[in-house]
């Protein structure tokens, strides 16, 4: 009986297979061994006979090769599925890797939705295209604060920052002025650029609009650059136009896998038409909504703002390509912009850019580095006091600059073609919905 007994224990321990992290069957100790590991798929790759996987825990960086008859394949095994897999730790014939798994089960154990996990790499090369081109030429990133009392936009769309908590219980002001998450990182940005030339920053803005649509939300990401030294509207759109283009063709190498899953702007034959540009001038483009047959919902008299349906028209008119819109009405910018004070019609220096399927991407103008025509600007609309700090900038070693904002949801919705800002984003932020 007891010889019974042990011939059972040990056909049973011979065909339990042993539990290893992925460091410890990299370290090829168990060689021969029935094992089980447990992790995440970071990539499938399947031939006529065989399915590999390379399956990673967490405890080593490299990721250990699985091999599996194609007959174990199954659909939920994507990248980024959990999975349990027993099998034979073997000598892998490659010389890549020391060891392999020769798989008998595998057992997905958490699926993941492929277009939820490609759309988060997807946006992970796409900010690190732009980062790698800024950095290339020479800018320094600074994070900007998240809190302000400026209201950079002078649009009036701020979030109010108050203590909450029984130490504020009397409504006691922490900051001793009223404080707001930021709208822009952009006078921050100013202010630093005087100290480095070309700086940029890649972080969260608040904006209260209490707009449903579909490029719309109340906390989004933006690339912000600044640059000293920048004498004309034209070097400044160049700046934009070549991270643009970086940025794109840096995400196109990196992820077509992923650009299938969803593309629409972007499928091999368009990838052209994402990276060549057009530049029309603020007058140009309400003589061609003008001339159109189209109706349009709102006004498209010199001065009215361009809206959503006007840009959209002017990407497709433009051959569905990125459309330059320089020279805006000075009225229609912000005071931080330049007044370009030759031109008949009174005109900013500003530039905003059009893409396919979205309409405005980014925003971008030469700032006003004259004190007189600042503070006069300041003065007329009583915001003088409130920025001094900002005129001071203007007083001491002031020089031409420019600079530009990004809107990173939106890049990711002309990119991928989805058409509604809040499915780029794993928890939007909008009027009336913030759950979770
Ligand atoms: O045109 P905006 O308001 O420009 C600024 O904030 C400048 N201070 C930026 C700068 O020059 N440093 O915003 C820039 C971009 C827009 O073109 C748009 O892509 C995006 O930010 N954006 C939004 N994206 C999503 N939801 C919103 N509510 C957005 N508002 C602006």
Not at 143 to 150: C, E, G, H, K, L
Not at 167 to 178: C, I, L
Not at 310 to 321: A, D, W
Request: glycine residues 8%.
């Amino acid at each position: 009986v007891s010889r019974g007994i042990a011939a059972g224990i040990r056909h049973y321990c011979k065909n339990t297979p042993t539990k290893l992290r992925v460091s410890q069957a990299l370290s090829g100790a168990e060689l021969g061994s029935n094992i089980k590991v447990q992790g995440w798929v970071r990539s499938v790759r399947a031939q006529k006979a065989n399915v590999f996987l390379h399956v990673n825990d967490g405890s080593s960086l490299q990721s250990l090769q699985v091999v599996a008859s194609s007959e174990l394949s199954d659909p939920l095994l994507t990248f980024g599925s959990a999975v349990e897999v027993t099998g034979i730790l073997k000598k892998s014939p490659h010389q890549k890797q020391p060891v392999e798994l020769d798989a008998k089960q595998i057992n997905v154990v958490g699926e993941c939705n492929p277009s939820d996990m490609a759309l988060s790499i997807f946006a992970n090369f796409l900010i690190s295209g732009a980062e790698q081109m800024l950095l290339d030429n020479g800018f320094v990133e600074i994070n900007t604060p998240i809190i302000t009392s400026n209201d950079c936009e002078g649009a009036g769309e701020l979030f109010q920052v108050e203590p909450s908590g029984p130490d504020y219980a009397d409504g006691e002001n922490f900051f001793s002025v009223p404080a707001y998450l930021t709208v822009s990182g952009q006078l921050h940005l100013e202010v630093v650029s005087g100290a480095f030339s070309k700086v940029y920053t890649f972080g969260p803005t608040f904006r209260a609009e209490n707009s449903q649509s579909r490029r719309h939300l109340a906390e989004f990401y933006m690339v912000e650059a600044e640059i000293s030294f920048t004498q004309s509207l034209e070097d400044l759109t160049k700046v934009m136009e070549d991270m643009f283009r970086f940025a794109t063709e840096h995400v196109l190498a990196h992820c077509v896998e992923d650009v299938d899953l969803f593309h629409k702007h972007v499928t091999p034959g368009h990838r052209e038409y994402l990276v060549s540009f057009l530049r029309i001038t603020y007058r140009e483009a309400i003589d061609i909504l003008r001339r159109s047959s189209e109706r349009f919902a709102f006004p498209t008299d010199w001065g009215c703002d361009l809206k959503t349906e006007h840009e959209k028209y002017l990407v497709k008119h433009c051959g569905n390509i990125p459309v330059f819109v320089t020279d805006y009405p000075y009225d229609l910018k912000p005071f931080y912009a330049r007044d370009n004070q030759d031109h008949p019609e009174r005109t900013a220096a500003a530039v905003d850019l059009l893409v396919p399927g979205v309409g405005e991407l980014c925003g971008g103008s030469l700032r006003e580095e004259r004190l007189n025509l600042l503070s006069a600007r300041l003065e007329e609309a009583g915001l003088e006091d409130v920025y001094s700090w900002y005129l001071d900038l203007r007083r001491f070693g002031s020089v031409p600059h420019g600079g530009f904002g990004l809107g990173f949801e939106r890049y990711l919705q002309c990119i991928l073609g989805v058409d509604n800002i809040k499915d780029v984003v794993p928890f939007p932020r909008f009027s009336h919905s913030c759950l979770l």
